[in-house]
């Protein structure tokens, strides 16, 4: 299959959602050419509503509509949910109302529009907020799965979306399931955990670790939280090393989350590969993985490096 966005998947799950659900409600911040919910606005239109460029009325309007039985999909940037977050946390997520709140353009892949639309703290921003759930799918299969699964589960959640085409990994028979972690290769050396568009990436520097004689699994946390713990305390146990990869900050984000489990139950050498504490730049996508060292070559390093704290310790 062609790569694709999960921006484009998100905005053709939601057609064939309102097909089969009458209570589908979208709304936009006045982006959804760029959030692909102007598809379900040309086929929906009466349960599409756009709020313009006012993100705290959008995040008010969705908890009005979901009190009202609606199940609501409310998108617009990531880095504008930033603007929201007092209405997410005060109105959504302490009344547990059933808003799922759609980030497009995560982390760098808002290239050339440079740092003020770049959403790297965005993972660490709702994982925070009690009851919120906070979801990354790596591709196009997974974030259709996704979508679905969220339209029938009662709560709030934030989803992260990506504008890049990003290669497809999930089977054509893959199931997804609401915070369990998918072990995508095997391996007794090191684990390596990614979320989003940085799980290709793992698959491939696990194939360069395995040539070089280093047995590394690979996890793809699509949940982060409520995280598997189960999973990552295993892989910690059978591993006893870890590196974590995200295109988001090394604070609050995926690497915190797996850290806190590692940390409480099986203390094991860990390292992060990520965005370090700095903003963005503009750039082509390319560009600024390298520059920001969110590369294949890096999560080898990191995985040889870890690797060899676990034999120093051993």
């Not at 590692?262 to 390319?286: A, L, N, Q």
């Amino acid at each position: 299959m062609e790569p694709k966005s999960t921006r484009e998947a998100y905005g053709e799950a939601l057609v064939q959602l309102g097909l089969r659900n009458r209570d589908v409600v979208v709304l936009d911040a006045d982006l959804s050419l760029s959030t692909k919910t102007r598809k379900f606005k040309e086929k929906h239109p009466g349960r599409f509503f756009n709020v313009g460029c006012a993100e705290q009325n959008l995040i008010g309007t969705a908890a009005g509509l979901a009190i009202g039985g609606k199940v609501v999909f409310a998108s617009t940037f990531s880095i504008f949910t930033h603007r929201a977050w007092e209405q997410i946390r005060n109105v959504v997520a302490y009344d547990c109302l059933n808003v799922k709140i759609v980030g497009s353009h995560g982390g760098l892949t808002a290239s050339k529009d440079g740092a003020s639309h770049q959403a790297l703290e965005d993972l660490a921003l709702m994982r925070i907020i009690p009851g919120m759930s906070v979801i990354v799918p790596v591709d196009a299969v997974e974030t259709r799965q996704v979508i679905v699964s969220e339209a029938a589960r009662t709560g709030p959640a934030y989803i992260r979306l990506n504008r890049e085409p990003t290669p497809e990994i999930s089977a054509e028979d893959y199931e997804f399931q609401f915070g369990k972690a998918v072990e995508l290769r095997d391996g007794e050396d090191v684990t390596i955990i990614a979320t989003g568009t940085m799980v290709h990436k793992a698959i491939e520097a696990s194939a360069i670790l395995s040539r070089e004689g280093l047995d590394a699994r690979v996890l793809n946390i699509h949940t982060i939280k409520p995280i598997d713990e189960a999973t990552i305390i295993r892989s910690a146990e059978e591993t006893g090393a870890m590196v974590t990869v995200e295109e988001h900050s090394v604070l609050g984000g995926l690497g915190s989350a797996v850290a806190e489990v590692v940390v409480g139950h099986c203390p094991s050498p860990i390292t992060f590969v990520g965005v370090k504490d700095r903003y963005g730049e503009s750039g082509t996508y390319d560009e600024l993985l390298n520059t920001h060292g969110l590369t294949v070559q890096n999560v080898v390093k990191a995985a040889r490096a870890v690797f060899e704290k676990k034999r120093e310790r051993a």
